[in-house]
Each structure stands twice: as structure tokens, then as C-alpha cells.
């Protein structure tokens, strides 16, 4: 049985674990080590690292059923803003290192660019997850709206997986895993959603 | 930007083309060289950064073998260059077969025997919006069509990458449907810029690159630019071609560099040369404008893309 003191003394180390590769290929970037085409490889790295941890806080939720690990719900907030981190860094990659702040030409390539629509709303999606993760905000929302609110986190994982899967030009076995995961994780909770009034009867 | 002793006479004929070159806006380089410069093995940029005009600088050696869209071998950047290995590109012969007076399978050392090899350094510009400078070794295709003496009827030729799957790993997966295949008009084929590379940087073909011999097309995007091949057949009929095939809606058959026609996934009004920080405007017809946008005139270039 792992209590909730395990995963709280685990949140340190998981800290520094999650932190470590934004601040590792932020100075490879800088001395010169991050291959050829550096902006492109410090994008991608930035990218999936996002796309990563939000299906970890989605799996999350899911282990979080079994009792045993009941409470590894509670590193589930730590994640989740590590991956808002992540996607932020990733889109200012974007808009200064990619684009040098051309925001004509951004706001051109967000519209016309199916993958980069995708991608762009999947971001604006996580801004009101971040910014209502406190405790403060959860009482003064209530935790029922509050509860509502965060089910944005379901379009942000499919908007985002297919943000990946439209990029990749032939080989799209990565993205399909991901989705993959990110479908039969929605499964599971419908499949909860439906039982549960059966059990009540 | 240096400019070379004019005590070096060999070097001579490149100064005065370089001077034309500059005059008409294209930066191929066109010249006859020894086929000593093959094995000199010179990566030293500086050789043939002089030839070039002020905008354009050639990349590096570890630039153009690192970084390689070549998916026989994984569709990763690096993969050519880490799972090239085991590839063998020696010997090789090519099929030439379809509407010509002498189909033939002929050894590529024969063919070398029988053509110009020079020094072309070309803006390659990949349909992913990165582009370089690169300097091939090669010779002109019209050499080899001639050689193989099309009939009248033949108005396109396609041209085949060898099936490897034990000594290239990506085509074990079946990611595009193998062999890769690409095509041309004829008369793009015969224009004087489309060369069969056999070298870069005075090194044979590197397997990543297409060892040992691949096509350069440089006002198309990359992808046309076929590698390892082992087949050309001249025919009638406009062929497949690998990209257009998997996904017709963003790949055409010409492909041709054109910053005012939209790709569904990348801009291509700008692009990054490796090596570059910020941004470059792509050109029509990747630059080579004066020497090819004669093919098209009669052809609507947003439909024909």
C-alpha cells in the first residue's frame, strides 16, 4: 500500500526528474550541441515531452482507480503544470526561434495549417487547467465546476496527439500509440461513467 | 568572400563562369573539372565558397552526411547516416529499359568511362523548409539519355531506388510503398542543371546521400531528387512517383520550389539554411528561374504543383 506520504516524499525527485531535460537541450542548445538544425530538434524534444506528461496526468486519473495507489492522484497537479511548462516553452520555440516574432506570418501559419490549428488550440485549451490548478481556485470554484472545467484536458489530449500525427510524414506508428493510449484511457472512464449508476441500483 | 590567385590557372575557367554566373542570378557552378578533384577528398568548404555568390555559402561536410531525409534507412534525420552502414553501394549497374532503341543493364563504372564528371554546386531546398548548399561530383543525365537513345514517343522517365531491405533497415517497415519511385518530364530530364551525382565534396557518394549515384533536380524540392538507383525507364505516360502517391493532396509530381504555392503543412514562402538562425525568403524555382521557368510557362504552377 503506498500512502499518500510515499508519493508526497517522491514529488521532489519527480521535480527535478521532469525539470532536468528542458534545462539539459536548453544548454545544448546554447553551447552548439543539439545536432544540425537545432531549432527544429529543440521544438520536437520541447513538443513531445508536453505531449508525454499530459497523458501521464491521463493516466493518472486511471491508476488512481485501483486502491492500492489511491493516491497518486495527488502528483497528478505537478505533472500536469510540468506539461503546460513544457507546451509553453515549445510554442515560444516557435514564435521567437522559429519565426523571430514575424506574428503575420504566425497568425498565417496558425490558420492555414491544420496541424498547427490543431496544436495552437490544444495550448489556449490548457491555459484555464493551469490557471485554476491551486487549491484557492478549486474552493472558490467549487469543486464541481472546477471539476468541469478540467475535463478540457480530453480535447487537449486528442488536439495535441493529432497536432503530432499530422506532422509525421509517412512513419506515424509514435503518434498512433499515443493515441492509442489517450483513447482507451477516454474508454475506460465512459465505461466507468456507464456502470456506475448500474452498481448504485 | 576569397577569391582564388589567378596564379592558379586550372581554377581559371571557374573565375570567368563565376562572373557570368552572378551576372544571371544562378549560383550553379558549371565546370569541367579533372576527375582528380574525386579523390581528393576535400570537406574544406573554402574550395568552393569562392565560386559562390555573396548569399550562398556551401555547408558543411558534417551538415549534408548528418542530416538526411533518406527513410530506406529511418525516417529520422540521423538514421541515414547511423544505419547506412551496411549498405553497398559497389558493385552496381543499371537498368535502362522502356521506348529506347538500346535497352541495357550497364555497369556504372561504364558509365563513368563514358561521361563528363563536374563540380555543381547547388541550393538543394527540401519540401520541409530547411535547405543547404551542397557541392556534388556528377555528370548530366542528357549524357546517359543519350546514350540510351529514347524513342520519339518517350515523354517521361521514371527512376527506381534499389530494394534492400537487409542492408536498409527502413524498408523493412513499410512506411512508403518500396521500391521509392520518382519521375521527370522529358525535357527537364534533358535540361543542362539536372545532373546524376556520383560524389560531394570530392568524396564518392556517401550512403547516406544516395551512394552511388542519385539524381539532382535543384529548383525542385528534395524529395524528387531520387537516390540509389537502379532503374530508368523512359515512357510515355506521366509515371507514379512515391510522395504523390501517399499523399497526393500535398506532393505533385513536379514539385517544383515555389514560395507562392501553399503546402497543407509547411510554409514554403520562407525557409532555414542549415547553419542559419534566422530565416531565409525561398526563390522561385529554388533560384534557378532564368535557367528553367522557360518549361512552365504554359502551365498553370498552382495546379501543377
Known amino acids: 500500500m503506498f500512502s499518500t506520504k510515499n508519493f508526497n516524499k517522491s514529488k521532489p525527485i519527480l521535480f527535478i526528474l521532469i525539470l532536468f531535460p528542458s534545462l539539459l537541450w536548453a544548454y545544448q542548445f546554447v553551447i552548439g550541441n543539439l545536432g544540425v538544425n537545432p531549432i527544429e530538434k529543440l521544438m520536437d524534444e520541447l513538443g513531445l515531452m508536453a505531449l508525454r506528461l499530459i497523458i501521464v496526468t491521463l493516466m493518472i486519473t486511471t491508476l488512481s482507480n485501483i486502491k492500492a495507489i489511491k493516491s497518486i492522484v495527488i502528483l497528478r497537479r505537478m505533472i500536469g503544470l510540468f506539461a503546460f511548462y513544457y507546451v509553453c516553452l515549445h510554442f515560444s520555440t516557435y514564435i521567437v526561434l522559429d519565426h523571430f516574432l514575424d506574428m503575420q506570418f504566425i497568425i498565417q501559419d496558425i490558420i492555414k495549417r491544420p496541424f498547427i490549428t ?17 487549491n484557492k481556485m478549486i474552493k472558490k470554484l467549487g469543486f464541481k465546476l472546477w471539476k468541469k472545467i478540467h475535463y478540457l484536458i480530453y480535447p487537449v489530449a486528442i488536439l495535441a496527439s493529432l497536432h503530432f500525427y499530422v506532422l509525421v510524414r509517412a512513419d506515424k506508428t509514435e503518434p498512433v500509440i499515443y493515441m492509442g493510449i489517450i483513447l482507451l484511457l477516454l474508454l475506460h472512464r465512459i465505461f466507468k461513467k456507464l456502470t456506475r449508476p448500474l452498481l448504485a441500483r | 568572400m576569397k577569391i582564388l590567385g589567378s596564379e592558379i590557372t586550372p581554377y581559371k575557367t571557374y573565375l570567368n563562369r563565376r562572373k557570368f554566373i552572378e551576372g544571371s542570378f544562378a549560383s550553379a557552378l558549371l565546370a ?27 555547408n558543411s561536410y558534417e551538415e549534408i552526411t548528418t542530416y538526411n531525409n533518406f527513410y530506406e534507412f529511418g525516417t529520422h534525420k540521423k538514421h541515414p547516416h547511423l544505419n547506412s552502414g551496411d549498405f553497398k553501394p559497389k558493385p552496381w549497374s543499371v537498368k535502362i529499359d522502356g521506348l529506347v532503341k538500346k535497352p541495357m543493364t550497364i555497369d556504372l563504372e561504364k558509365i ?4 563528363t564528371i563536374e563540380d555543381r554546386v547547388y541550393r538543394l531546398r527540401c519540401v520541409e523548409a530547411w535547405s543547404m548548399v551542397i557541392p556534388w561530383q556528377g555528370f548530366q543525365l542528357s549524357e546517359l539519355i543519350k546514350m540510351a537513345e ?76 531520387i537516390k540509389s538507383i537502379v532503374e530508368i525507364r523512359f515512357l510515355d505516360q506521366q509515371p507514379e512517383t512515391s510522395w504523390e502517391t501517399l499523399a497526393p493532396w500535398e506532393y ?53 504543383y
Open chain 1, 118 to 134: 490543431f496544436g495552437f488550440i490544444s495550448f489556449l485549451f490548457l491555459i484555464p487547467l493551469a490557471s485554476t490548478s491551486t
Open chain 2, 32 to 58: 569541367t573539372v579533372s576527375s582528380s578533384v574525386l579523390a581528393n577528398h576535400n570537406t574544406d568548404p573554402s574550395t568552393y565558397n569562392q565560386f559562390m555568390n555573396e548569399n550562398d555559402k556551401v
Open chain 2, 150 to 225: 529514347p524513342l520519339s514517343s518517350a515523354k517521361y522517365i521514371q527512376f527506381v531506388t534499389v530494394f534492400r531491405p537487409e542492408e536498409m533497415p527502413g524498408q523493412k517497415k513499410r512506411t512508403i510503398n518500396w521500391p521509392y519511385r520518382e519521375g521527370l518530364r522529358m525535357d527537364e530530364a534533358m535540361n543542362p542543371l539536372t545532373i546524376l551525382a556520383t560524389g560531394l565534396y570530392g568524396h564518392e557518394m556517401p550512403n547516406q546521400n544516395g551512394a552511388p549515384m542519385r539524381l539532382v533536380v535543384p529548383w525542385k524540392y528534395g524529395f524528387k531528387s
Open chain 2, 252 to 304: 505533385g509530381f513536379y514539385a517544383n520550389v515555389n514560395p507562392t504555392v501553399n503546402h497543407p503543412r509547411w510554409s514554403q514562402g520562407t525557409e532555414r539554411r542549415i547553419g542559419e538562425f534566422k530565416r531565409r525568403e525561398t526563390l522561385m524555382f529554388n533560384g534557378y528561374e532564368k535557367e528553367v521557368a522557360h518549361l512552365y510557362k504554359d502551365l498553370d504552377l498552382t495546379k501543377f
Open chain 2, 112 to 115: 563513368l568511362s563514358k561521361v
